[in-house]
């Protein structure tokens, strides 16, 4: 028999090791508390400004209780679980096994590690009330539209989406807003879902805000409930 049909025979016996990947994350992530996930690029350094700006957000979300959630690697994740171990608060790294790139970063003071990105994908979403895309690449890409979708087709709240840094982002909005709002392939006012700041003060604000608006702790609205 053929490698494929191995990896196929397989598949039955595959679903536990997804199933066990379920079953650890939400068990841990259900004991994190309100939790904001700070997505970026796993290539940026210390000295890039994008660097020690997601520092100072996951500084300031931890200040205010609120759990820092990243794909625990370096780089921006880095940086974000830096600023909230520092601070005293929680900081999560949901890390991948990745053949290259992805190493688990020290500040991380819960980590859970992953084999499957979807599943991965699922526990960024399902405990976060509120989300912030720094500079990244193909993978902060993919989060972005993957939150924006889920948001769009209102398969989970309206939670806080922000684009930090418009020197990053302005070229991906003005596509969007001239390529697909203006052939009508999203809604108008599709784009409003996202904000777009250089600022971290308006960051964190932006999530307390809507943490003010919607309750307290308990009573926030949950994703995939």
Not at 12 to 33: A, K, N
């Amino acid at each position: 028999m053929s490698d494929g049909n191995n990896f196929i025979r397989e598949d039955p016996w595959r679903i536990f090791r997804i199933m066990s990947e379920f079953v650890d994350s939400f068990q841990t992530m259900s004991q994190v508390g309100p939790a904001v996930t700070i997505f970026g690029s796993a290539r940026t350094k210390p000295a890039d400004k994008y660097y020690r700006a997601a520092q100072d957000i996951g500084k300031g979300l931890a200040k205010h209780n609120l759990a820092v959630v990243t794909g625990g690697g370096p780089g921006i994740m880095e940086a974000a679980n830096k600023g909230a171990e520092r601070a005293g608060g929680k900081s999560v790294g949901l890390n991948i096994e990745l053949p290259f790139e992805q190493s688990g970063n020290k500040f991380a003071n819960v980590p859970i590690h992953f084999h499957y990105f979807f599943a991965r994908k699922v526990c960024f979403v399902k405990y976060s009330l509120g989300f912030v895309f720094m500079p990244g690449g193909f993978g902060t890409l993919d989060e972005l539209f993957e939150v924006l979708t889920l948001v769009q087709t209102q398969r989970i709240p309206q939670f806080p989406m922000i684009l930090f840094g418009s020197e990053h982002w302005k070229g991906l909005l003005a596509w969007l807003k001239s390529r697909l709002e203006k052939d009508s392939l999203i809604s108008p006012g599709d784009l409003d879902l996202l904000k777009l700041t250089d600022d971290v003060d308006e960051v964190i604000e932006i999530i307390r805000d809507y943490e003010r608006r919607v309750g307290p702790p308990g009573t926030l609205p949950v994703a995939f409930a």
